[in-house]
């Protein structure tokens, strides 16, 4: 927790120094411009704040361009300025990336438990379909028709018919 007061404190110092030396405005040659401490201190504003969140990549963002807005700075502001807030800054890149490490929300594993179900045996049903088949057994006779012959008159086959033979 002191390391993370140090690092507000140093964003703090940082800001509030690019704060006062732009109140000068353009009036004071040794003076950060108005509008040029007014981008470096919302830069370190946001160094602050993702650091707090825990956004690591946008704090060093911010800081890379705090750091350029510093080096823009015209050459005749304060040489004992410049430095105290290269030295914040400086002092900014080397604590703003733990801090932040430490800032990140902890994420815990969520486990998900799948239901357990049993094996269950099924015994196939076998249906068999049985076919009753009556069969008639007919049984037929033939009827033997008697043959006659037909009455010739008492004349036998070749003879003449009767008598005188």
């Not at 030396?21 to 353009?26: E, H, I, K, R, T």
């Amino acid at each position: 927790m002191r390391a993370r007061n140090t690092a507000t404190g140093l964003i703090a110092a940082v800001a509030a120094t690019a704060l006062l030396a732009g109140c000068g405005g353009s009036g004071s040659p040794k003076l950060i411009p108005a509008d040029a401490a007014s981008a470096l201190d919302g830069s370190i504003q946001e160094v602050s704040d993702a650091t707090a969140a825990g956004d690591c990549a946008s704090a060093a963002s911010a800081l890379a361009t705090a750091e350029d807005q510093f080096a823009s700075l015209p050459r005749s502001v304060d040489s004992q300025l410049k430095a105290r807030i290269q030295e914040g800054l400086q002092q900014l890149e080397a604590t703003v990336p733990t801090q932040c490490r430490e800032a990140k929300p902890k994420t815990t594993p969520t486990t998900t438990t799948e239901p357990t179900t049993e094996p269950t045996t099924t015994e196939p049903t076998t249906t068999t379909e049985t076919t009753t088949t009556t069969t008639r057994t007919t049984t037929t006779t033939p009827t033997t028709t008697p043959t006659t012959t037909p009455d010739n008159g008492g004349i036998s086959p070749g003879g003449s018919g009767g008598a005188g033979q």
